[in-house]
């Protein structure tokens, strides 16, 4: 597993504390070892149990969770971190398949990442994830916007189709936020990856187009149109 290239830090004067999640031993150490090299604060957990108790004790920054996992699995380890307490996971998978990605963001996770990967990109979603919660408090001061029935409340953070609340993921929200500030515009998948995931120039348009989907499921797939090889655009649609 690659390790050069340059480091990334956290942004904050606290040093941010990473829950990382690796049932091979090798792995987890190889990624504690970079992360705390970066300035982070790492706790360790190798299996389903441990981690959501790992979680528990220690209110970590980010998840750093790996799919599969003895006890159950890194799927069921969101679900349950999540109910507890809304916290940015990076999902680590071994299989580049989009039905695991989408149950991946369907129980909360922010983002994933094929292995092999390369230490210097997890280091910088890690850094970028952590940006997008500091940013995400900038919401709060955004009025409510409505485009036909669709109602999006920025600063209560809730989303409402025909008068019926719609309940997204963090990183959901946070796309739709970012279509419907230019509603009817087409915005690129690079834009959209630097906007709502805070990493300009990095190639995460499967990212992208993984979490539109999974937010056309929840809002209604007209709503969002697609451009093929540019972008999306949120379209105003009026129930009838």
Same mark, same amino acid.
């Given at each position: 597993?690659?390790?050069?290239? =340059?480091?990334?830090?956290?942004?904050?004067?606290?040093?941010?504390?990473?829950?990382?999640?690796?049932?091979? =031993?090798?792995?987890?150490?190889?990624?504690?070892?970079? @992360?705390?090299?970066?300035?982070?604060?790492?706790?360790?957990?190798?299996?389903?149990?441990?981690?959501?108790?790992?979680?528990?004790?220690?209110? !970590?920054? @980010?998840? @750093?969770?790996?799919?599969?996992? !003895?006890?159950?699995?890194?799927?069921?380890?969101?679900?349950?971190?999540?109910?507890?307490? =809304?916290? =940015?996971?990076?999902? @680590?998978?071994?299989r580049d398949d989009e039905a695991d990605i989408l149950v991946g963001l369907g129980v909360g996770a922010d983002d994933y990442l094929t292995k092999p990967f390369r230490m210097r990109e997890l280091v910088a979603r890690v850094a970028a994830l952590l940006r997008r919660v500091e940013r995400a408090a900038e919401l709060a001061s955004h009025p409510t916007s409505d485009l036909g029935d669709l109602r999006l409340d920025a600063a209560a953070r809730r989303v409402f189709v025909a008068g019926d609340e719609v309940h997204l993921t963090p990183t959901e929200f946070d796309l739709l936020v970012c279509l419907a500030a230019k509603p009817g515009v087409v915005l690129t998948r690079e834009h959209l990856y630097a906007e709502v995931w805070g990493w300009p120039g990095a190639s995460g348009t499967r990212t992208v187009d993984s979490h539109v989907k999974a937010l056309r499921a929840k809002i209604g797939a007209e709503r969002v149109r697609t451009v093929h090889g540019v972008g999306y655009a949120l379209e105003p649609v009026t129930d009838s």
């Open positions: 597993m690659p390790t050069s290239g =340059p480091v990334v830090g956290p942004l904050s004067a606290r040093a941010s504390t990473i829950l990382v999640v690796e049932d091979e =031993p090798v792995i987890n150490q190889a990624v504690t070892d970079r @992360l705390r090299g970066s300035g982070y604060d790492v706790v360790q957990a190798w299996d389903g149990p441990a981690a959501v108790a790992r979680f528990s004790e220690t209110a !970590p920054d @980010l998840v @750093l969770l790996d799919v599969m996992l !003895p006890g159950f699995d890194g799927h069921e380890v969101c679900r349950r971190i999540q109910a507890q307490r =809304p916290v =940015p996971v990076l999902m @680590l998978t071994a």
